[in-house]
């Protein structure tokens, strides 16, 4: 049985004594929600790496869900040490849930952070409870997007949102991945202060986006049998509910209605609507033909996410909400013009009408609309892919590292 709960708090004033450090350098503890392929790994692994030698940082975090791509290869891939907190998932579950909380304890006394720093929901309540109640100096909280528009009913949303107020209250410091969630947090949803607040946007390693376009191109579009003139649509990520995929395919089922060029439809990832969305594909008979470059090709996981971007000549994103999506950071950082329904942090992303198309949420005959506008115009899609490469390098891992290290280090001149 799976259910949520709010637990009682101490405020950090009234939190119990914690020894001081006698290291070198502050240590911080960072907890990720889960490893699983996204912009959470690459955040939390990225500060992990390029923080030291200033900081000491030990990097722990929960397990990907069966459906979801691993991305413990990020951390590796960099040499960055983890270690995967057991029974911590990303359903709600009393039982496992306790065992994470109790492992999470008992680090946070062997490692003695000056610093625990949570990164998404499950890490942010189990790390933050278990921070407080060991007196940790200061603790941090990024929030990665948020539940509170767009996944549940009102009911259990009004709860996360009672339980996020609480957990606001023992934190030293709110990190928003954006201008537009800083203003949700504070303004909309009032789950923490404007002064506790600071916008610290996402950084990447980019330059594998930047390098080797064209050798990448031929590469991935010979994997699939498509040609050169063939104009790929991509849209990445997991296969759920909130990435809306099925606006995708209804927008591409209109624009084949409205172009006879050879046109492709990329969709890359996994998740529990795999099946679902394949069906859709088949009963609006869009599957893919070799022969005439047109229809939905699924491509599956893939790791060589940068041979995706350098293959495609436009990156669609039709999420019902976002934080900061990653997708199109990539994409931009490849040159690639994108299209997005407007929510959440993507405003922050994409510069409308210079870097790409920002259309109404659940409109599939404006998304196509607009992916038309770039089909049909060559010119238009070379402005804003030179554009858009420019604009990506906000996005940099060492601007992130930089912004987190003033961060804490005022934290704990406090």
Known sequence: MSFFVVPVFRSPAQSVSFAPNLYPMPRVLRIL????????????????????????????????????????SIAESIGVPFEQVPGMYRSLNWRN???????????????????????????????????????????????HGHVFSGYFSPLKTHVYKVAERRLARQSHAIVAISPEQKHDLVSIYRICSEEQTHVVRLGFDLERFQQGHEEKRR????????????????????????????????????????????????????????????EITSLL???????????????????????VMAASDIVALTSHNEGTPVSLIEAQASGVPVISTGVGGVEDVIQRDRTGIICQPNDASAFAYGLLRLIENPGLRADYGRNAAQHATRYHYSRLVSDMSELYNSLLKK
């Open 33 to 72: 929600n889960r490893f699983n392929l996204g912009g959470p790994t690459y955040n939390a692994a990225y500060l992990t790496r390029y923080l030291a030698p200033e900081f000491e940082t030990c990097l722990i975090g929960g397990h990907a869900d069966p459906d979801e791509q691993s991305s413990t």
């Open 97 to 143: 849930d306790r065992m994470a909380y109790q492992w999470i304890r008992q680090k946070i006394e062997e490692f003695k952070p000056d610093i625990v720093h949570t990164h998404a929901a499950k890490a942010g309540a189990l790390g933050r409870m278990a921070a407080a109640k060991c007196g940790v100096p200061a603790i941090v909280h990024t929030y």
């Open 219 to 278: 590469a991935f579009r010979r994997e699939f049998g498509l040609e050169e003139d063939t104009l790929v649509i991509s849209i990445v990520g997991r296969l759920t509910a909130i990435k809306n995929h099925e606006l995708f395919l209804h927008a591409f089922s209109k624009l084949r209605s409205l172009t006879r060029k050879p046109i492709v439809g990329l969709i890359v990832g996994g998740g529990e609507l795999d099946d679902e969305l394949q």
């Open 285 to 307: 008979a869009m599957e893919y033909s070799p022969a005439t470059q047109r229809g939905i090709l699924f491509a599956g996981w893939r790791h060589d996410i940068d041979h």
